[in-house]
């Protein structure tokens, strides 16, 4: 799963990349359902994305890496070290291992580059996903979980921290993303609780080719990137949830422009099973997020929160819940 820099901040988006705002800030309150208009008139041209992508004030870049140091020493133990590796990356300097250790207990690693250890803040400091917001009405209940783009391991590991008794299928096509991958899996003690699907996610099963990074720099991609094209096996929807044990009662689905496509291709039944999903897509000129919407909607999913990433027109995260 991919990170979101801290100044990718939706209350900063150009009004003329069309970018509706409804009077409240994307980040408004939860409420049970979103019912704010953040429909786009049509997706962005390639010379809207490059302005969208501009660099903010150096004002703005200062106050939020002041809050990211906030927010490192209440969440992480090992905060000071977090912040001088943070600032030597600045620098230029990015060389050995990053770790976090969440105050809960939790432990990450991934290369020290700052596209590989976004997600450990991501997650354990900023909790984009919002994970401390969700009301489980039992922690200790047996849950299935589906993770489609695990990456390096942080929303997993986070999430089984707070649902001891949950196990996960973990689908990561990146080689040697997937060596991080099942390190931080066995650093918290759920090798028996989490089976690691070396795939990706596809419109049908049968092997497919991706852009992969050498050292887990980024996640594999359909589009060109550092490294190169490496073949992987690509299964369907149906397929992992198949590999699941046949249900998955959460699902968190970030594959970097397939989130359409494996939503639109699953029967509704494959999805009856599932109760909440937590959504990250990319900037895909083929999907939309109100196409999304509305077909998750058809199953009985009901969007809870939605937010999108400022600098990169067409991606955000969301999240879905069925209703009760």
């Known amino acids: ?25 994307d980040h408004h309150e939860r409420t049970s359902q979103c019912r704010c208009d953040h429909r786009r008139s049509s997706f962005p041209s390639v010379a809207r994305r490059r302005e969208a992508a501009m660099p903010v004030s150096i004002a703005t870049r200062v106050r939020h890496e002041f809050d990211l140091a906030r927010q490192c020493r209440k969440e992480l133990r090992n905060w000071p070290a977090v912040l001088i590796r943070v600032g030597l990356n600045h620098l230029g300097w990015s060389y050995g291992v990053f770790t976090v250790t969440s105050r809960g207990g939790v432990t990450l690693r991934a290369p020290n580059h700052r596209t590989s250890w976004w997600s450990l803040v991501d997650v354990l400091v900023l909790d984009d996903y919002r994970l401390r917001d969700v009301s489980w009405e039992d922690p200790f209940a047996v849950r299935t979980a589906l993770v489609i783009g695990a990456n390096v391991g942080s929303f997993t590991c986070a999430l ?12 990561e096509p ?15 003690g759920l090798t028996g609780r989490a ?16 852009w992969a990074s050498e050292n887990a720099f980024s996640s594999a991609s359909l589009s060109p990137r550092k490294g190169g094209m490496v073949t992987v096996q690509g299964m369907s929807f149906g397929s992992l949830v198949a590999t699941a044990g046949g249900k998955a009662e959460i699902v968190s689905l970030s594959c970097l422009g397939g989130e359409l496509a494996a939503i639109a291709e699953a029967y509704a039944e494959v999805w009856a099973t599932v109760e ?5 897509y990319g900037p895909t000129a083929s999907q939309h997020f109100e196409e999304m919407r509305a077909r998750l909607g058809r199953f009985g999913l009901d ?11 067409g991606s955000g995260k969301a999240y879905f819940a069925r209703a009760r």
């Not at 990146?174 to 918290?188: E, H, I, K, Q």
């Not at 690691?196 to 991706?210: I, K, S």
């Not at 909440?276 to 990250?280: G, K, M, N, R, W």
């Open 174 to 188: 990146s080689p040697s993303t997937l060596t991080w991958l099942r390190l931080n899996l066995a650093r918290n």
């Open 195 to 210: 089976t690691v699907v070396p795939a990706a996610l596809a419109e049908a099963d049968g092997e497919t080719e991706l």
């Open 1 to 25: 799963m991919v990170g979101k820099d801290p100044w990718q901040n939706d209350e900063y988006a150009p009004d003329n990349l069309g970018t509706k705002n409804c009077g409240e800030s």
């Open 276 to 280: 909440q999903l937590f959504l990250e």
């Open 160 to 171: 089984a921290a707070r649902l001891p008794e949950a196990t996960f299928t973990c689908v």
């Open 303 to 313: 969007l809870v929160w939605h937010h999108r990433i400022a600098r990169f027109p």
